[in-house]
């Protein structure tokens, strides 16, 4: 990057692009720093939505990660309800709806949006669960239903189940794979995640679509048919990049960047759901759409952006989900072959998986054992070899 960094433009305002900014004056950089979201709302804890805005143990006002204060404190100047739509790199301005703001750096962290249903014959709207909007506008939804029907099980779809179930609603689960979490776990262990909507009285069907829904009822592939009241789609995000395929940038599920989160040009990084990286952890090229990455990219490409530094972001890829009360915990490389069941039963709801790749632990899938999750993703993250790994358990 040539000349002087002074005013820094982070486009999207959630927790990457809120630990971008704090990391920017932690490490004493005195320039603007301008951070700009499509929402009306400063940056709020976004897994609170599934885990307790549907079940009423938040409200709206208890979910905001700072006070609004704290952004004047810290010398930012938010920019809300404004949406991007271009971003000249050469001639290093941001295009939004509203404006055009000149930067020197620019951090993208645009996040990705729910995907919609496709390939059914509709005649009523589905909701989704990806802002905090659609938070509040399900929560209504949930308590004034009687049956809810969930479309897909991964994270959002099983956690609204949970919420739903706990809300006094009947729910149908449909999930296209035999198993829940079938992007992520292996079949063992989904049948285990699945055994555990079932005691919960979910009503779970797998390898299933949703063909219709019409009047208020609604038709599965395998000829069923129910009455519904709310349908929620939980089929997955897409990252928001729709906006830069003009700038330049090499967009290949999500934006393609190097080691340090550097999406080719000087000065421009990209952090969050929109990161296509390799993560040297693994030797793997990945996108990941979790929290806990999020946050931490945000400090990385902090310190890179304002250093001209390449510090590698590597780290383990913890998430976690709670369900039933159950917290549920993914990390690292999660589907591969070789693996074990190191403490607990997988026909329990309290159970350890470990993977392992030429010896050494590289996932984990903790069920009801939060402790040996967490531990789990400290042995990963120090790269700790298999037999090193076990002891450390025992």
């Given at each position: 990057m040539s000349g002087e960094l002074r005013r820094v433009v982070i486009v999207g305002a959630g927790i990457a692009g809120l630990k971008v900014a704090e990391g920017l004056r932690r490490e004493s950089f005195t320039g603007d720093v301008i951070m700009i979201g499509d929402e009306s709302y400063a940056p709020y804890d976004r897994p609170s939505l599934s885990k307790d805005v549907l079940t009423g143990k938040a409200q709206a006002e208890d979910i905001f990660i700072r006070p609004l204060e704290r952004f004047s404190q810290l010398g930012v100047e938010l920019m809300l309800?404004?949406?991007a739509q271009a971003a000249d790199l050469k001639g290093r301005i941001l295009l939004t709806?509203?404006?055009?703001?000149?930067?020197?750096?620019?951090?993208?962290?645009?996040?990705?949006?729910?995907r919609r249903l496709s390939g059914a014959d509709f005649d009523q709207g589905t909701l989704s669960l990806r802002t905090l909007d659609d938070a509040l506008q399900l929560r209504a939804a949930?308590?004034?239903?009687?049956?809810?029907t969930i479309v897909g099980a991964g994270f959002i779809g099983s956690e609204v189940a949970a919420a739903a179930s706990g809300l006094g609603c009947e729910v149908t689960?449909?999930?296209m794979?035999?198993?829940?979490?079938?992007?992520?776990?292996r079949?063992?262990?989904?049948?285990?995640?699945?055994?555990i909507h079932d005691a919960h009285g979910i009503d779970f069907r797998p390898s299933t679509r949703l063909a219709a829904l019409r009047q208020g009822r609604a038709r599965l592939s395998d000829g069923s048919e129910f009455s519904t009241d709310v349908v929620v789609a939980g089929v997955g995000a897409s990252p928001n990049t729709e906006w830069l395929k003009e700038s330049g940038l090499t967009i290949r599920d999500g934006i393609v960047c190097d080691a340090s989160l550097n999406a080719g040009p000087p000065g421009i990084f990209a952090v969050g759901d929109v990161v296509n990286w390799p993560n040297s952890l693994f030797g793997e090229r990945m996108r990941v759409e979790h929290w806990t990455n999020a946050s931490a990219q945000g400090a990385v490409v902090a310190h890179n952006l304002l250093h001209q530094a390449s510090e590698h972001f590597a780290r383990p890829n913890y998430v976690w989900s709670d369900q039933y009360g159950i917290r549920i915990q993914l990390v690292g490389l999660t589907t591969g072959p070789d693996f074990e069941v190191v403490s607990g039963s997988l026909s329990s709801q309290t159970f350890l998986v470990w993977h392992r790749t030429?010896?050494?632990?590289?996932?984990?899938?903790?069920?009801?054992?939060p402790e040996m999750g967490l531990k789990s993703a400290d042995?990963?993250?120090?790269?700790?070899?298999?037999?090193?790994a076990v002891a450390a358990l025992e």
């Open positions: 309800g404004q949406r709806d509203a404006s055009e703001i000149p930067f020197d750096g620019l951090v993208i962290a645009t996040g990705s949006s729910a949930l308590c004034s239903a009687r049956h809810v689960l449909v999930e794979d035999a198993f829940p979490l079938g992007r992520v776990v079949p063992e262990v989904g049948a285990s995640l699945g055994r030429n010896n050494r632990l590289v996932g984990a899938c903790a069920v009801g054992c042995l990963i993250a120090s790269r700790t070899p298999w037999p090193d």
